[in-house]
């Protein structure tokens, strides 16, 4: 099993043994037919190893502006191994530093709008001042719930530059133009005909796709005066809220299955029931898997080794062999 969060591959493996039922569940009370009691496959986890890879550039993501996407190389630099605490333990530690990194900007941003007295005025003073003139005396981080606190920091492209530098990476300039010209691509959606579309002028029917027409944005022909070769599609506001009524009608009946199983032990344990395998991806994602800090200069990879129980019944071709 393996996910990705968060630029981080992490792949789940374990041993697996198996359990058979007591002879009392086995001796039927009644000559009437019981269901076949059925064993039990358990996984063990004990450890992560984390990879760490060089950054390169990435060329396959879009940021919101400026270039230097972020990347990874094919092979990775070094391995550490951890226990489950020490894993944990050494997170807080990465959470923390990124925690106390970003109070220091907001700090920062603080101190420049009182200076200019909220953008007002100039002042030399605020123009002259960085994250490093912020002492870490006067932050504190010991004092805040960082498992709350925490989130994915954005990354300036000045940042990703420095990244990428740390590694030794020579930064193609010519990738912020391509992604620029992807920016402004975005901001255009539909064609510009009024009314009537022509496939020879309607840019939708020229891209191959059909017209989108909300009333309020997008395409403005109409359905008498579009001629596009690939059609047009017209929004529809009751099929539109019959799907939202019909999706969150399916997201309660599945957390009020998900409410009926029973409650893991701990954080790593999790048993079966009748109405369905547990979301095992999900959730070792809230319990196992975390990111490392952007601040090194390397990705990682985590591969989690055998302990805590999984249980999971096994198929009936599993049970005859």
Known sequence: MWSLVNGCIQIF??????????????????????????????VHFENVTVYYFKRRQGFTSVPSEGGSTLGMSDRHSWIRQYSLDEFALEQERIHKEMLREHLKEEKLKSIKLRLTKNGTVESEEANMLTVDDISDDEIDVDNTEVDEYFFLPMLTTKKRCTLLRSSGVKIDMEEKYELQAIRMSRQHCGCDCILFCYPETCACSAAGIPCQVTHT?????????????????????????????????????????????????????????????????????????????????????????????????????????
């Open 217 to 321: 944005s997008l395409c403005d022909c109409t359905k008498e005066g579009c001629s596009n070769s690939a059609g047009r599609v017209d929004f529809n506001h009751d099929q539109a809220q019959n799907h939202f009524l019909d999706t969150i009608m399916k997201l309660e009946l599945e957390k009020s299955r998900e409410q009926q199983q029973p409650t893991p032990t701990n954080g790593f344990h999790s048993e079966t029931s009748d109405l369905g395998p547990p979301n095992l991806f999900t959730q070792s994602q809230h319990t196992l898997e975390y990111s490392l800090s952007d601040t090194v200069p390397q990705t990682t990879s985590m591969h989690l080794h055998a302990a805590e129980e999984i249980e999971e019944p096994l198929d009936d071709d599993e049970e005859k062999d």
């Open 13 to 42: 493996s374990g041993v697996s043994c198996f359990s058979s039922p007591d002879k009392k569940d086995r001796d039927p009370d009644s000559i009437l037919k019981k269901e076949k009691p059925r064993r039990t496959r358990k």
